[in-house]
C-alpha cells in the first residue's frame, strides 16, 4: 500500500478506540505526532456497547470490555468529513465492524464515498463475540470471503484487523491476503480475560470478561507479527503492548511496516507518539540506521543469514 509505505509522516499510527472519536481529538492527536489516526470501530448503526465499569487497568496490562459502543454511520460520516477538511497531512485510517457481512459491505460502501486513504476491517473484536458468534477473524473461509466481498464494493485499500485468539494466526493471514487484502492489521486484544475484586468476590468488568491489552501482550504479538511476515508480503501494522521506542523497533524488526499506539498512551500520557518517536530516532543515530524501512524484518534477514 503506498500510504503504508510512503505517504505517512511517520512510522506511529494511532490504534482503533483510543482516547477520543471526534475530528477535533484526532487533529489533536496528529498534531501532537501521529503519524496516522485509525477510528474507533465504526457500526452500520447505533452500537450501545456494555454497561460500566468498563476497563481496569495497572502497570502490566489493561482489561476493557467496552463493548465497541458507537453512534451508528451517518454521525461518524459526519466527523469524518470535518477531519478530512482539516487536511493536516495525517491520513485517517477508518475502521469499520459488523455483525454480519452484510453490514460490513453495506458500512465499506458508504465509507468509502469520502475516500478516505485507508480501510481497516475489524472482524476480530473479542468483546462482540457473545453478541455475534464466531469473530470472522477466527474462521479462514468466512474470513476470506468476507475479504473478498468488501474488494468488490470498494477500491480503498483494505487492511483487515486480526486476533491473536486463534490457533494458526497465520492461516488467517495468508486467507485474507490471497483474497486480496491490501495489509495487515495485528494484533487485536487477548483473551477474554477476567480479573476479579477480592474483597467482594466479583469480577470488576461488568461483563465479567475483557480483551487484554498494555505491556503484558507485547512478546505475543511481536511472535504474531513475525509469524504474518513469514507468510505475506504485505505491509503489517503491528501492535500490542507498545510502550517505549525500543518496543517499536523490535515491533518493526520482526516485520510491521507501522507500529500502533494503544495503551502507550495511557502509559505516556498525550506526547507519546513524539516521546516514542524522538526515542526512536535516537536509537537509529546511534545504531547508524539512516532509515526506518531499513530495520523492517530485519529478525527474519539476520536468522537467514544465521543458517547460511
Known amino acids: 500500500i503506498d500510504y503504508l509505505a510512503n505517504r505517512i509522516p511517520n512510522p506511529l499510527v494511532q490504534c482503533s478506540g483510543y482516547l477520543?472519536?471526534?475530528?477535533?481529538?484526532?487533529?489533536?492527536?496528529?498534531?501532537?505526532?501521529?503519524?496516522?489516526?485509525?477510528?474507533?470501530?465504526?457500526?452500520?448503526?447505533?452500537h450501545k456497547g456494555h454497561?460500566?465499569?468498563?476497563?481496569?487497568?495497572?502497570?502490566?496490562?489493561?482489561?476493557n470490555a467496552v463493548g465497541v459502543p458507537d453512534a451508528g454511520i451517518k454521525k461518524?460520516?459526519?466527523e469524518f468529513e470535518e477531519y478530512l477538511k482539516r487536511k493536516?497531512?495525517?491520513?485517517l485510517i477508518v475502521n469499520i465492524i459488523g455483525g454480519k457481512a452484510d453490514d460490513f459491505v453495506a458500512i465499506a460502501e458508504e465509507v468509502s464515498k469520502l475516500k478516505p486513504p485507508l480501510i481497516e476491517v475489524n472482524i476480530s473484536c473479542p468483546n462482540v463475540e457473545a453478541e455475534h458468534g464466531k469473530p470472522f477473524a477466527?474462521?479462514?473461509?468466512?474470513?476470506?470471503?468476507?475479504?473478498?466481498?468488501?474488494?468488490?464494493?470498494?477500491?480503498?485499500?483494505?487492511?483487515?484487523?486480526?486476533?491473536?485468539?486463534?490457533?494458526?494466526?497465520?492461516?488467517?493471514?495468508?486467507?485474507?491476503v490471497d483474497a486480496g487484502a491490501d495489509g495487515i492489521t495485528a494484533i487485536n486484544t487477548y483473551?477474554?480475560?477476567m480479573v476479579i475484586d477480592?474483597?467482594?468476590?466479583?469480577?470488576?468488568?461488568?461483563?465479567?470478561?475483557?480483551?487484554?491489552?498494555?505491556?503484558?501482550?507485547?512478546?505475543?504479538?511481536?511472535?504474531?507479527?513475525?509469524?504474518?511476515?513469514?507468510?505475506?508480503?504485505?505491509?503489517?501494522?503491528?501492535?500490542?503492548?507498545?510502550?517505549?521506542?525500543?518496543?517499536?523497533?523490535?515491533?518493526?524488526?520482526?516485520?510491521?511496516?507501522?507500529?500502533?499506539?494503544?495503551?502507550a498512551l495511557y502509559y505516556r500520557g498525550e506526547d507519546a507518539f513524539k516521546?516514542?518517536?524522538?526515542?526512536?530516532?535516537?536509537?537509529?543515530?546511534?545504531?547508524?540506521?539512516?532509515?526506518?524501512?531499513?530495520?523492517?524484518?530485519?529478525t527474519r534477514k539476520v536468522l537467514m543469514q544465521n543458517k547460511l
Open 198 to 263: 477480592i474483597d467482594s468476590a466479583q469480577p470488576i468488568l461488568a461483563n465479567k470478561f475483557g480483551g487484554v491489552s498494555g505491556p503484558g501482550i507485547k512478546p505475543l504479538a511481536v511472535k504474531n507479527v513475525f509469524d504474518i511476515a513469514s507468510v505475506t508480503d504485505v505491509p503489517i501494522i503491528g501492535m500490542g503492548g507498545i510502550k517505549t521506542g525500543r518496543d517499536a523497533i523490535e515491533m518493526m524488526m520482526a516485520g510491521a511496516t507501522l507500529v500502533g499506539l494503544g495503551s
Open 138 to 176: 477466527t474462521d479462514c473461509p468466512a474470513a476470506a470471503e468476507l475479504t473478498r466481498r468488501l474488494k468488490k464494493v470498494t477500491n480503498i485499500p483494505l487492511i483487515i484487523k486480526l486476533s491473536p485468539n486463534v490457533e494458526d494466526i497465520r492461516l488467517i493471514a495468508k486467507a485474507v
Open 191 to 193: 483473551g477474554p480475560g
Open 88 to 91: 493536516n497531512g495525517v491520513p
Open 76 to 78: 461518524a460520516v459526519e
Open 51 to 63: 454497561p460500566n465499569p468498563v476497563i481496569l487497568a495497572n502497570e502490566d496490562f489493561i482489561i
Open 275 to 298: 516521546i516514542i518517536l524522538d526515542e526512536m530516532v535516537e536509537w537509529c543515530e546511534v545504531n547508524k540506521v539512516k532509515s526506518f524501512k531499513e530495520i523492517i524484518g530485519k
Open 20 to 46: 477520543g472519536v471526534t475530528a477535533s481529538t484526532w487533529d489533536n492527536h496528529a498534531k501532537k505526532g501521529a503519524g496516522g489516526i485509525t477510528t474507533k470501530s465504526i457500526w452500520l448503526n447505533e
